[in-house]
């Protein structure tokens, strides 16, 4: 439960320590008093949305904290514990929100904390959905729609059906995916077609022309060989005589080799005068037999190079072959035979579509089984659940001065099955005997929606047992009530507030006369010319709550007659609990 929450510089609200305890609170006050500002404080700490104009006129920002204590193993604990929240050695959480004002440093920037731990604002939103629920006057305007219709009866039909009603929405949600990639792959059909056709040409082109991995290189190579094979010829013979002579040439000339030999001996002659020399000798003789070998080399290579047109032009032929592939699929032949590898498997893909597109209408096939099937497991479970709720809210109603009322919960097949079944939900109300029975959304009355949501989320509290957030928050639930079906109500929180903890903000003395817990917003001005309105909240008992009664009920607190009226309602209502 909620065992506190302080406040600090939230609308009218200066400082403000709300102390909640079990049972059932109200939170009474006069209009403009920060009522509001109290349900502000909370639905901020529920992770609700901060806006920088709730924080108080020259404050640099709001603050709210709350505690709330909760038994081993709640499922807040353990998901405060996944967001790195410490819990108190008594079992209790702190929750903080706080929102700068619009124009301060951080501009109105909000941030959240958990057991101390800075968190997303979702975090907080996540322990809310387990800790509280909340009805306001925006509640009873969705208890108008069948879609919200729909999830109470879904709620009231308990976790078994919970369990169908999941399994059904996961196959639904798994069949649009099938039907979407189905589609996608019948309207690319021609895409496709068109794709693998060229990619067929492609790969026929270069299994023809069948490069091999640096071929384009080799042949490069070769080309260059062929086209200048005379000139090659020339410098290789040249270079020859030049290393080794020609002595055929007669022309006389010293070659390399010869010039080389000379120096040899004539360091080696006086190599054993001095190592040094003799070491050089060695060198020099080394470089002898280089040159030698060089020599011999250009011999080989002048009389292997000769100049063949035939084998240039077949060279030429196929450099162009590969060009070819080369401009098309990648700038050299490495490139052009990945580009193969790839587009072999891409087509292996394409060619693949159609028996995906079988395989998906085998899939869509059994899908559609097994939603046909789990929606009459559905249907089933919401028709046996809503003569159930029918029979409970109606009950309900009964004690709250609705005499001779009934609800009616009716489930009949949908147009079409959606992602919540095949059933369309209308809950109809019976104001009294021998009327109509009419929508909710069209028939009821302010009044009369606010005791057939009372009446609703009593019935989903007692099927649902623990499985609920323990906390229930009403705003204003006692909208357009008044008179005896007011104390009804105010008997049926009451009631409600055994077995959970209840908070009330009402303007009804009838309600508030059962509360267990009466905290009062006061508000009071102070200042000269300037102004300030604060506001506080405090707790009532005995004499000042009277008071607060009589107040409410005449709008002055000294009234005899009113403080006379107020206590006999505390008396009525302790007699009635």
Same mark, same amino acid.
């Given at each position: +439960? @909620?065992?506190?929450?302080? @406040?600090?510089?939230? #609308?009218? @609200?200066?400082?403000?320590?709300?102390? &909640?305890?079990?049972?059932?609170?109200?939170?009474? /006050?006069?209009?403009?008093?920060?009522?509001? +500002?109290?349900?502000?404080? !909370?639905?901020?700490?529920?992770? /609700?949305?901060?806006?920088?104009?709730?924080?108080?006129?020259?404050?640099? /920002?709001?603050?709210?904290?709350?505690?709330?204590?909760?038994?081993?193993?709640?499922?807040?604990?353990?998901?405060?514990?996944?967001?790195?929240?410490?819990?108190?050695?008594?079992?209790?959480? &702190?929750?903080?929100?706080?929102?700068?004002?619009?124009?301060?440093?951080?501009?109105?920037?909000?941030?959240?904390?958990? /057991?101390?731990?800075?968190?997303?604002?979702?975090?907080?939103?996540?322990?809310?959905?387990? !800790?509280?629920?909340?009805?306001?006057?925006?509640?009873?305007?969705?208890?108008?729609?069948?879609?919200?219709?729909?999830?109470?009866?879904?709620?009231?039909?308990?976790?078994?059906?919970?369990?169908?009603?999941?399994?059904?929405?996961?196959?639904?949600?798994?069949?649009?995916?099938?039907?979407?990639?189905?589609?996608?792959?019948?309207?690319?059909?021609?895409?496709?077609?068109? =794709?693998?056709?060229?990619?067929?040409?492609?790969?026929?082109?270069?299994?023809?022309?069948?490069? %091999?991995?640096?071929?384009?290189?080799?042949?490069?190579?070769?080309?260059?060989?062929?086209?200048?094979? *005379?000139?090659?010829?020339?410098?290789?013979?040249?270079?020859?005589?030049?290393?080794?002579?020609?002595?055929?040439?007669?022309?006389?000339?010293?070659?390399?080799?010869? !010039?080389?030999?000379?120096?040899?001996?004539?360091?080696?002659?006086?190599?054993?005068?001095?190592?040094?020399?003799?070491?050089?000798?060695?060198?020099?003789? *080394?470089?002898?037999?280089?040159?030698?070998?060089?020599?011999? $080399?250009?011999?080989?290579?002048?009389?292997?190079?000769?100049?063949?047109?035939?084998?240039?032009?077949?060279?030429?032929?196929?450099?162009?072959?590969?060009?070819?592939?080369?401009?098309?699929?990648?700038?050299?032949?490495?490139?052009?035979?990945?580009?193969?590898?790839?587009?072999?498997?891409?087509?292996?893909?394409?060619?693949?579509?159609?028996?995906?597109?079988?395989?998906?209408?085998?899939?869509?096939? *059994?899908?559609?089984?097994?939603?046909?099937?789990?929606?009459?497991?559905?249907?089933?479970?919401?028709?046996?659940?809503?003569?159930?709720?029918?029979?409970?809210?109606?009950? =309900?109603?009964?004690?709250?001065? +609705?005499?001779?009322?009934?609800? =009616?919960?009716?489930? %009949?097949?949908?147009?079409?099955?959606?992602?919540?079944?095949?059933?369309?939900?209308?809950? &109809?109300?019976?104001?009294?005997?021998?009327?109509?029975?009419?929508?909710?959304?069209?028939?009821?009355? #302010?009044? =009369?929606?606010?005791?057939?949501? &009372?009446?609703?989320?009593?019935? !989903?509290?007692?099927?649902?047992?623990?499985?609920?957030?323990?906390?229930?928050?009403?705003?204003?639930?006692?909208?357009?009530?008044?008179?005896?079906?007011?104390?009804?109500?105010?008997?049926?929180?009451?009631?409600?507030?055994?077995?959970?903890?209840?908070?009330?903000?009402?303007?009804?003395?009838?309600?508030?006369?059962?509360?267990?817990?009466?905290?009062?917003?006061?508000?009071?001005?102070?200042?000269?010319?300037?102004?300030?309105?604060?506001?506080?909240?405090?707790?009532?008992?005995?004499?000042?709550?009277?008071? $607060?009664?009589?107040?409410?009920?005449?709008? %002055?607190?000294?009234?005899?007659?009113?403080?006379?009226?107020?206590?006999?309602?505390?008396?009525?209502?302790?007699?009635?609990?």
């Amino acid at each position: +439960m @909620i065992e506190e929450i302080r @406040i600090s510089d939230l #609308g009218v @609200i200066g400082a403000a320590d709300v102390r &909640l305890g079990r049972g059932l609170t109200v939170l009474t /006050g006069e209009t403009g008093a920060g009522k509001t +500002m109290v349900l502000t404080a !909370l639905a901020l700490l529920l992770g /609700g949305k901060a806006d920088p104009a709730t924080v108080r006129t020259g404050a640099s /920002g709001a603050a709210v904290e709350g505690r709330v204590v909760l038994a081993a193993g709640h499922p807040a604990l353990e998901r405060a514990a996944e967001a790195g929240g410490a819990v108190d050695d008594d079992g209790s959480l &702190l929750l903080v929100r706080t929102v700068g004002a619009a124009g301060e440093a951080g501009s109105g920037r909000s941030r959240a904390f958990v /057991g101390g731990r800075s968190v997303p604002q979702a975090v907080l939103a996540e322990l809310a959905e387990t !800790l509280v629920t909340v009805h306001g006057q925006a509640d009873q305007a969705r208890l108008r729609s069948p879609a919200h219709q729909r999830a109470a009866l879904d709620e009231f039909a308990g976790p078994d059906h919970a369990r169908t009603l999941r399994a059904y929405r996961d196959a639904w949600a798994e069949r649009a995916r099938v039907r979407t990639e189905r589609a996608e792959l019948v309207e690319r059909a021609q895409d496709r077609s068109r =794709e693998a056709e060229l990619l067929r040409l492609g790969l026929a082109e270069v299994e023809r022309v069948d490069p %091999q991995p640096g071929e384009d290189v080799e042949l490069g190579a070769e080309e260059g060989r062929l086209a200048h094979a *005379e000139e090659l010829r020339v410098a290789a013979v040249t270079a020859h005589d030049a290393l080794a002579g020609d002595p055929d040439s007669g022309s006389g000339l010293v070659s390399a080799a010869d !010039l080389v030999e000379q120096a040899r001996r004539a360091l080696e002659h006086v190599g054993t005068h001095d190592p040094a020399l003799a070491e050089l000798a060695t060198r020099v003789g *080394e470089a002898g037999y280089v040159l030698a070998d060089a020599a011999a $080399e250009l011999v080989s290579y002048a009389s292997d190079l000769q100049a063949d047109p035939r084998r240039l032009e077949v060279v030429n032929q196929r450099r162009a072959e590969l060009a070819t592939l080369t401009r098309a699929y990648g700038k050299d032949v490495a490139e052009v035979l990945e580009w193969s590898r790839t587009a072999s498997l891409r087509l292996i893909e394409l060619e693949g579509g159609d028996q995906r597109i079988e395989e998906l209408d085998v899939r869509l096939a *059994e899908l559609d089984a097994r939603l046909t099937e789990l929606a009459g497991a559905v249907s089933a479970a919401r028709s046996a659940a809503a003569e159930r709720l029918a029979k409970t809210v109606s009950a =309900e109603l009964a004690g709250l001065a +609705m005499a001779g009322a009934r609800v =009616e919960v009716v489930v %009949q097949p949908a147009a079409e099955p959606g992602p919540h079944g095949a059933d369309d939900v209308e809950m &109809l109300l019976v104001p009294h005997a021998g009327a109509p029975a009419r929508p909710l959304g069209k028939g009821a009355s #302010g009044g =009369e929606l606010s005791r057939v949501m &009372l009446a609703l989320e009593v019935a !989903l509290a007692e099927r649902a047992g623990a499985d609920r957030p323990a906390t229930f928050v009403f705003d204003e639930v006692d909208a357009g009530v008044g008179g005896k079906a007011a104390v009804e109500v105010g008997r049926r929180l009451a009631a409600l507030a055994r077995d959970a903890q209840v908070l009330v903000v009402t303007h009804l003395a009838q309600v508030a006369a059962f509360a267990d817990h009466h905290l009062v917003v006061s508000k009071s001005t102070r200042g000269g010319v300037d102004v300030v309105t604060a506001s506080d909240v405090r707790s009532v008992t005995d004499d000042e709550r009277v008071r $607060e009664l009589a107040r409410m009920l005449s709008g %002055q607190d000294d009234s005899d007659s009113a403080r006379a009226h107020a206590a006999e309602l505390l008396e009525l209502s302790g007699m009635g609990r």
